[in-house]
């Protein structure tokens, strides 16, 4: 049976309760409320991105050696996520429409409020800050392999050439 890649359940799991939830809004929406489908979907795949990025950044930073490297690899991530919303609040990011498709590349939550005005608007950098996620994830699977890679190579260099027992 062949091996499935890093993450796959973590996608397929988020990936089905997303669509589930967007399906179940689907049918069940008033017919005066605006919804459009298409960008639920596509809101979904940006958690499901959003979601296995950090869960590959924490991965990477796991595996990384050190005292507490997950709790501080966590910590880092709530800095992080401080400082952009800082940051993005200070310059109104969230405020003006125009530039709420920038904060996506960084932080999730500009994705909830798009509609399809928004969308209109600036189609590109919403679909750029979509594939970026992707570009960060690929970066932290090739990063957890090179480590993986060095411990690997470190524990089969100290299995052949074990320490000389002194009597």
């Known amino acids: ?3 499935l890649p890093r993450g796959f359940f973590l996608i397929a799991g988020t ?4 669509l589930l939830i967007v399906a179940g809004f689907t049918v069940g929406h008033h017919p005066r409320v605006q919804w459009d489908s298409s960008l639920a979907v596509f809101r979904t ?10 869960m590959q950044y924490l991965q990477w930073i ?5 005292k507490h490297s997950l709790a501080i690899g966590v910590l880092f991530l709530v800095i992080f996520y401080l400082c952009v919303n800082v940051v993005m609040a200070t310059f109104g990011f969230y405020t003006l429409a125009a530039r709420a498709p920038f904060s996506a590349f960084f932080v999730p939550s500009p994705v909830y409020l798009l509609g399809p005005a928004a969308w209109a608007l600036r189609p590109a950098v919403w679909v750029a800050a979509f594939v970026a996620q992707w570009i960060f ?5 090739w990063l957890q392999q090179r480590i993986s890679i060095e411990l690997n190579s470190s524990a089969r260099a100290s299995v052949s050439n074990p320490a000389p027992a002194y009597l």
């Open 15 to 18: 990936l089905a309760a997303g």
């Open 62 to 66: 796991g595996l990384r050696r050190g």
């Open 45 to 54: 795949l940006f958690f499901v991105a959003w979601m296995v990025r950090d």
């Open 137 to 141: 994830i690929a970066a932290f699977v």
């Open 1 to 3: 049976m062949p091996r």
